[in-house]
């Protein structure tokens, strides 16, 4: 039996009729940029999740982007980020001209470690950008703590972790700013490029909503500098129809991952921890083994797909040589990078799919 590492056509496949039905009614509308869908889609989304507003944006770079200019960091600022991470957690500090610096993360839930991010704090720091990479929330009490100390402004991006809570409070909520992306292949998926943008604080919310049209509140009067951050009718349109199935596919995620973190025995093989102050909503179940590449080529043969996530850390990335980070500058994210693999862990994976993961990984 074939266990894919992900399967995208199995929902897509099973919400064809209501999707194509939303599209249909879209586009004879002509709701082409925002309008009734995507406001629609926003409210929802806020109010399932328990967000305060949600702003929805063309990709989840886009919300990161203008968090860094609502945030105000420019030329000699610093922010802090993981090296552990999809690259775009970083490119907003680019995009307005500021430097990323980068502190290392925790060994067992791969997120910035509050001791490491202490350390990295300097003068010309003016902000923190956070990821709950793989769906695990970050340790955000001490984080916020140091914020409050350095007077930091805190963003969130929570690409990877719609619906997980810190201590009972969405992320995203907690810091100033939190980012989603509902890129095909983040547990909330749209048919193309999205995201969001959150904020408990209204003014930024605000602010925000007028950078993504422009830096406009009324057609054609520009008060402030904006760009087009908007997300597509269509977009809206997909993401109604997939919203109400996100609790039932973060459960089954969970579901997967308590049976891997039950059922998987194999000695050596280091399971992602699952701290008391956040539940991870899984985006991936990654898992270490110092023998990592073999691992991976047992797993094929037994048609199990996997995937490396992330090979390369970001400050050994050729776009950020400039920075002058080299080899050995962030042990724990250079050691993850070199024996993590990522198991599949899809809503629509079977129970035989489950059971095969766990017995491959464990005949190893
Ligand atoms: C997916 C992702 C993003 C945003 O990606 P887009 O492709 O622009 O939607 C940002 N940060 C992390 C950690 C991600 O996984």
Not at 24 to 51: I, M, N, P
Not at 261 to 284: M, W
Not at 285 to 302: G, N
Request: with cysteine; aromatic share 10%; charged share 20%.
């Amino acid at each position: 039996m074939k266990v894919p590492f992900l399967d995208l056509s199995l929902q897509h496949q099973a919400l064809r009729e209501p999707a194509l039905a939303a599209l249909t009614a879209t586009y004879d509308a002509t709701r082409f940029c925002l309008g009734k869908d995507v406001e629609d889609f926003e409210q929802t989304f806020a109010s399932t999740l328990g967000y305060p507003r949600a702003l929805a944006m063309n990709s989840g770079t886009a919300p990161l982007h203008v968090a860094c200019m609502i945030a105000g960091f420019g030329p000699g600022d610093e922010v802090i980020t993981a090296p552990f991470t999809f690259i775009s957690s970083a490119w907003g500090i680019n995009y307005v001209g500021a430097t990323p610096v980068f502190a290392d993360v925790e060994e067992g839930t791969f997120n910035l470690d509050p001791e490491k991010l202490a350390a990295a704090i300097t003068p010309r720091t003016k902000g923190i950008i956070i990821v709950h990479l793989f769906g695990q929330p970050a340790r955000m009490d001490e984080i916020m703590a140091l914020a409050r100390q350095h007077n930091l402004f805190v963003i969130e991006d929570c690409a990877q972790a719609v619906g997980a809570r810190y201590r009972g409070t969405p992320v995203g909520t907690i810091g100033d700013v939190g980012t989603f992306s509902f890129y095909p292949t983040k547990n909330l998926g749209g048919c193309g490029e999205g995201g969001a943008l959150v904020s408990r604080r209204e003014e930024i919310h605000t602010q925000a909503r007028h950078i993504r049209v422009h830096g406009s509140d009324r057609r054609y009067y520009h008060d402030i500098v904006g760009g087009n951050f908007r997300m597509d009718g269509f977009q809206g349109a997909l993401l109604n129809v997939k919203l109400p199935h996100l609790a039932g596919w973060t459960a089954r995620r969970q579901a997967i991952a308590a049976r891997y973190l039950a059922e998987i025995t194999l000695a050596d093989v280091r399971l992602p921890e699952q701290p008391g102050y956040g539940k991870s909503v899984f985006h991936q179940f990654t898992v270490r083994h110092p023998q990592r590449d073999a691992l991976r080529e047992h797993l094929a043969k037994h048609e199990v797909g996997t995937d490396l996530i992330y090979p390369v850390p970001l400050h050994l990335q050729k776009c950020y040589a400039y920075l002058g980070r080299g080899p050995g500058s962030f042990p724990i994210s250079e050691k993850i990078a070199s024996t993590c693999v990522s198991l599949p862990i899809f809503p629509e994976l079977t129970d035989a799919q489950v059971g095969q993961v766990i017995s491959s990984v464990n005949a190893f």
